[in-house]
């Protein structure tokens, strides 16, 4: 595993797009999160936003801002550390160099695995200084409230850059990769959960398109109070239970990456 690492991060250490996007996605991590300062016009006895800042509700805050720029920061360079090894031909000369297919594989999901587990040390950190400074009274069991969220985050972080990894693979072209991956989780899902509840039937299952899931995992706080849902005609809860985002997840993550090997296993390089 660390070999196959160390060797994704020799390629891409110095490709200057992908630092940029970690970069950004650093510096966008730290700062947004204060644009919730600005929330105005709440609902009648509804809570102000500075609880967004305190013990445990920011790591929900938090994590829904990082999910937002998870998908497209992190995705993107999932999509990128693929499509541009194909189009340099460097994907081909790594396995005629003497790596086997499952090892290309293996290095790239463990490379995607490396930058989660990253995002989520910068999220924990992040995290902690806000509370820190924002939570006058609190104990230990204050800070993460028993919800899990650090393994959420990673497991969210995960997911969108399977997706990623299984956008790059399969479409190749870097224009048509990042395109569509951009139209998937901004405008096509969407859509389709919008035609489905509103055209079709509204049923909960469209909850559990794969974006959608990963979303549930940590939504904005201000969700999970009934005065604040949009005011839709459902027959389902409008986010998913952590618990069943957390399995739901879990599974889209181990279908993008089974999809995705058998895939590249059986395609001409």
């Not at 395109?179 to 509204?202: D, Q």
Request: proline letters at 4%.
């Amino acid at each position: 595993m660390f070999k196959l690492l160390k060797l994704e991060y020799t390629k891409f250490k110095n490709h200057s797009l992908i630092l940029i996007l970690l970069m950004l996605y650093a510096i966008f991590s730290s700062t947004i999160i204060f644009l919730g300062k600005e929330i105005k016009d709440l609902p009648d006895n509804f809570p102000s936003t500075s609880f967004l800042y305190k013990f445990p509700s920011n790591w929900e805050y938090i994590g829904f801002i990082g999910s937002m720029l998870s998908y497209f920061f992190l995705g993107l360079i999932a999509v990128f550390i693929v499509v541009n090894e194909i189009n340099y031909k460097t994907f081909r000369q790594s396995i005629i160099s003497g790596l086997t297919r499952k090892e290309y594989f293996l290095g790239k999901v463990y490379a995607i695995a490396a930058i989660s587990l990253a995002a989520t040390a910068f999220y924990f950190l992040t995290g902690m200084v806000i509370g820190l400074t924002h939570t006058s009274d609190y104990g230990i069991s204050d800070i993460f409230d028993g919800n899990w969220v650090l393994p959420r985050f990673f497991i969210m972080c995960m997911g969108y850059m399977s997706f990623g990894l299984m956008v790059g693979f399969m479409v190749r072209r870097s224009g048509l990769a990042l395109l569509f991956f951009l139209i998937w989780g901004f405008a096509l899902e969407p859509a389709i959960k919008w035609i489905f509840n509103f055209k079709v039937v509204s049923h909960g299952a469209i909850r559990y398109l794969p974006i959608n899931a990963m979303e549930d995992l940590l939504p904005l706080p201000f969700y999970r109070f009934a005065d604040f849902l949009p005011d839709l005609d459902l027959k389902f809860d409008f986010l998913l239970p952590y618990w069943q985002a957390t399995i739901v997840s879990i599974v889209w993550i181990f279908i993008f990456l089974i999809f995705t090997y058998r895939s590249f296993a059986k395609r001409d390089l």
